[in-house]
């Protein structure tokens, strides 16, 4: 797909009800783990009688359904394997609203069986609207404890919306608690790096080094230590010169990853320049947070492809 386009990736299966996806917005980055949960034409049409939802003579809403699972962090940078073995993935005690207004929406209760009088999702995490029109809206979360990402719905007259986990209402990651340090000298034009350790690190973190710019003094490295601190630097101390850029990167399960960057000037002591990489992403910003961005127009759709 281009950057910076929006897209709203649908599924078709024989035997099962056609779904979309919440409408993503691409920034220079792969998606990853863009789950399709997709029901049998069965199960749906017991959801359909459940909720009391009118339907055209094709099974389709006469407008547009949003469903969407408040779910934990501790899924959001699993591979497939791992996301299907971890079990329930809900998060109980959320509420959800959407931009454009719409009425209060029907929670999931713990037996994955809408239920009307639930005031807030249940441990299964699951929350639908029926009969909204159509429309672009942004759906957000609320918790007494927790954040949520909030996504985009693109509604037409006939689509059920899923953003299912791990996107959707997905928990956001709190930062991370490593610390890295650096202890540097200026020596002519060059500055020598003495010292590079990482502690406070999370359980099972890992660590990468790397250096860019041309002729540069290390090589990447990658550790996976075995307790909370760990020196990153090996022998005598290398000699970076100006324009070459050292980079610490501590990412770990659950956890936002932390990127440390320090660029070589010429007469001083390079500084670091600190960024955040959100769970579940790859890209280095200098915040980290959810940010809804509420296209005008939706663009073309992406078909999934399907094999039996």
């Known amino acids: 797909m281009p950057d910076r386009a929006r897209v709203t990736p649908y599924i078709q299966a024989a035997g099962h009800h056609t779904i979309y996806l919440q409408t993503f917005t691409t920034a220079g980055e792969d998606l990853a783990n863009v789950n399709f949960q997709t029901p049998s034409t069965p199960i749906y049409a017991a959801l359909v009688k459940l909720l009391h939802v009118p339907i055209d003579a094709h099974g389709d809403p006469?407008?547009?359904?949003?469903v969407s699972t408040f779910n934990t962090r501790n899924v959001r940078d699993l591979n497939f394997a791992g996301f299907i073995a971890y079990g329930a993935h809900g998060v109980a005690g959320a509420t959800a609203s959407a931009t454009?207004?719409?009425?209060?929406?029907v929670y999931f209760n713990a037996n994955v069986i809408p239920d009307p009088t639930q005031t807030a999702s249940s441990k299964d995490g699951g929350?639908?609207?029926?009969?909204?029109?159509?429309?672009?809206?942004?759906?957000?979360?609320?918790?007494?404890?927790?954040?949520?990402?909030g996504f985009v719905a693109s509604c037409r007259?006939?689509?059920v919306i899923n953003a299912n986990p791990p996107w959707g209402?997905?928990?956001?990651?709190?930062?991370?608690?490593?610390?890295?340090?650096?202890?540097?000298?200026?020596?002519?034009?060059r500055d020598l790096l003495h010292a590079l350790s990482a502690r406070r690190l999370p359980a099972?973190?890992?660590?990468?080094i790397r250096c860019r710019g041309a002729r540069c003094p290390l090589s990447a490295r990658t550790f996976t230590p075995a307790t909370t601190t760990v020196s990153l630097l090996r022998g005598s101390a290398p000699a970076f010169?100006?324009?070459?850029?050292?980079?610490?990167?501590v990412s770990a399960h659950a956890f936002n990853g932390v990127v440390l960057r320090w660029t070589i000037v010429a007469g001083r002591r390079p500084v670091a320049s600190t960024l955040c990489v959100p769970l579940g992403e790859t890209l280095a910003r200098a915040r980290c947070f959810s940010q809804i961005r509420m296209p005008r127009l939706e663009s073309s759709t992406a078909r999934a492809s399907v094999s039996a």
């Open 100 to 105: 454009p207004a719409l009425p209060k929406p």
């Open 157 to 159: 007259p006939g689509r």
């Open 204 to 208: 099972h973190a890992v660590v990468r």
């Open 62 to 66: 006469v407008r547009c359904a949003i």
């Open 241 to 249: 010169r100006v324009g070459q850029t050292l980079e610490v990167a």
């Open 169 to 189: 209402l997905h928990e956001l990651a709190p930062p991370n608690p490593a610390r890295v340090a650096a202890t540097w000298s200026v020596q002519g034009s």
């Open 127 to 149: 929350v639908v609207w029926t009969g909204v029109p159509a429309g672009v809206y942004s759906i957000t979360g609320h918790h007494p404890v927790s954040r949520f990402a």
